[in-house]
């Protein structure tokens, strides 16, 4: 037994910023909070256990083998913690230090390496994203892509699943509204597209800015949209994600945009954080800074202006909340007041809205098995409300919710907030 | 290798199999990096590593387990969510630990009989939730409510701010199944509300899980109030708060929940949560009214009138449903807010008679001034239970050993006072060495022999809560010297 007042601790290696894992009081308030740890229940899954684990390895009284990297890299990233942890344990920032540390002296199988260098070559680069799903798209208008399915297993198969319909027509697809508000001094917001949005959920994008402009904003594009950065972010290439946050802070701060949005939450929490991600860029980090107080959400900003006028909906929906919306920008109630203010519409609460989906980035690529269960545990909560929509507003968790209800067949249809809005506004 | 080294891996290697086969291999955690998180619970002073985690889901999975750790003769200490301040959970001579944590269901609900069957691993707050609907609460609400399991309350006895007008843990299980270290699984009181005999129920709650391992516990119900009014009240300084305090209970009102903050926990939680708590106040007070609706705004407004009387600046009503809430919340989470001031704290539970409040106080601020620590107070006013949470730095050694000295000073004062070492935190392995400036070595010895009469072999969770008069010294010598 390690006596009190013993030999002091010290830092031995950098694996997170050492100074914040002396945030953590190992209360436990985070257990319950955690998506990993409610299904397994085992404290090395828990936030808690994480911080104690790299607090462990900092002062090197653990060892960085198999076991740490499994329960680092089963970790979600979903920071539901940071909501529930009473001393502020900047937990987001630490996991995705640790990630970082555990890419540079962790040695994965070969599978798991291809799946992740796979997955950082295409996702972030849209034309290459394009050029992958060509053939799946192919198939769908022959409307073939049941039998791909079929033929395929393992993973690839799971990954087919999770992909929404490539070919049809999504809901309220409106051409982009280039409306010009009727206020020219009105705030400018800029929707930043996002490398995987556009390819796979592109109505998103363009219903953010439509609802804005009814909104009585002026939309602004960028010319082009370069990935925010988020996957490299949660999967520990720094390297690579500063890269792309200083195109993007070039990018952003030239379009002139007071404000910022994004259809993927994941994509606003990342962009943040930008200031803090370039804090030592000598020529970046003031407009980083700046940039990352810019980031607004959908629902927030309409609000500030007034809702635009809603048609009458008689529906029932219940509103799934995206991980880093409520508990990175800790957006909760205004998506929530924007959906009731539609007329007719009724909104049914459903229990644990705010636990992870298992969707998380490319999280449910990288651990199915977790996902999966993540995935059922948010389906029946789901199904229990009988809601005819679920909204939400991210399209991972729209991809995997709509794949889990898909796979139940259930008929409640997975919307995102843009979407349902647009359908919502009167002409 | 030793011949002993290689025939201790063969019987680990046994044991591991057969209790892989009882609990399946997913039950079973034996690998050093996975091991290290389970080291300590809320009580991070010391730290110890188990040998083998088993987390069963069954009463019979844990019955397999203590079995075959009778026949060899190992100890265990149980753990729930692993939120205990007293180190109740620490492996002290115990090489395994069984975990409640995967034992998380909900038995049975019975609204007619105002009681609910629950395994011990279920979450504190859960319990509330899954009758919330039908108009009832569990009354004990630990601070750690959110996280903490009804297996470590039971433990530990744990209260909660309503304990006040509500009593703690043990006024609320009727009923136990535990498995005793030889494994035999018995049923302990029932589901009537009065019983005879001697209070077997009463020996287990609290007796922080040396009499085995508990798996499921019937617990009783009470209606959720028709109303509530919760008051916060600022005072100039932390004595003419706690004067208040008795005069309040003295003139005969029993609010539900009577709460005080003093200046250092006020600014952290206001930092931390943005409650407009007054930050210029030297100690606040969250006064709780509960019951019926009529009659309430009496009792609140003699409760403001006696806080003016006693010095209160501003006392203010919770207007809404989410003002108390946000009220509580902070209070609930003062303990974490504290975090942000030093890079580590230790929580005390001390109890003195209520009337005392005002001398413990200063002499905890003195303690703080002679030992040149930041001392912060939020505790359960209205029964004297006390929470000095003494900040430090464990990267000073000098530091670490003055939080614990400080710790003690504190808690000698209040026996000294005619309290007690703990109120709801429990002894441990954090208060043994205390236990005997509260009971003589016969009363010690009367607590051994009951331990004894359900773990003859004291192995269920050795080395805690009874220091043992002579050897005691011997056991403690490792972790630290205690003067007995």
Redesign the interface.
Known sequence: ??????????PARDVADYELL????????????CPTYKVT????D?P??RV??MK?LAEG???L?D??AR?FDLCLGCRGCET?????VRYGRLIEDTRAFVEANYRRSRGERMVRRALGMIFPYPRRLRAMLAPLRLAERLRMRGLIRLALSGRPREWIELLPPLAATPIARKSAARAEALDPDAPAVVVHHGCVTQVLANSENENSERILAAAGYRVTRLRGTVCCGALDLHSGNLKRARKFARENVRQIMQSGADALVSAASGCSTAIAEYGELLKDDPELAGPARALSAKVRELSGLVLERGAPKFREMRCTVTYHDACHLVHGLGVREAPRTLLKSIPGLRLIEMPESDMCCGSAGSYNLTEPAMARQLARRKAERILATKAQYVVLANPGCEFQIAAELRRRGSRAKVVHLADFLAMALAD | MSRDQSSERRTGRALLAEIAAIVGGDGVVFRETELKTYECDGWTMERSTPEILVMPRTATQVSGVLKALYRRGIAFVARGAGTGLSGGALPVGAPVMVCTSRMNRILAIDPANRRIDVQSGVVNLHVTNAVKSRGFFYAPDPSSQVACTIGGNIAENSGGPHTLKYGVTTNHVLGLELVLPDGEIVQLGGAAEERCGYDLVGAVVGAEGTAGVVTRATLGLLREPESRRTILAAFPDADSATRAVSAIIASGVIPGAIEMMDRLIIRAVEDAFHVGLPTDAGAVLIVEFDGYAAGLDERAGAAVEIARQHGATDSRLARSEAERALLWKARKRAFGAVGRLAPNYVTQDGVVPRTHLPKILREISAVSERYGLAIGNVFHAGDGNIHPIILYDERDPGQVQRALDAGREILRACVAMGGSLTGEHGIGAEKMGEMPLLFSPDDLLVMAELRHVFDPDERANPNKVIPKPGACVEVAAPRRQVPV
Do not use: I, K, N, T
């Open positions: 037994m390690e006596q009190p007042g013993g030999s002091p601790p010290h002396f945030d953590c009081v190992h209360c436990g308030l985070c257990l319950e909070a229940r085992a404290e090395m828990s808690r256990g104690y684990l462990a009284r653990a060892e083998d076991d740490a329960h529930a942890c009473p001393s502020g």
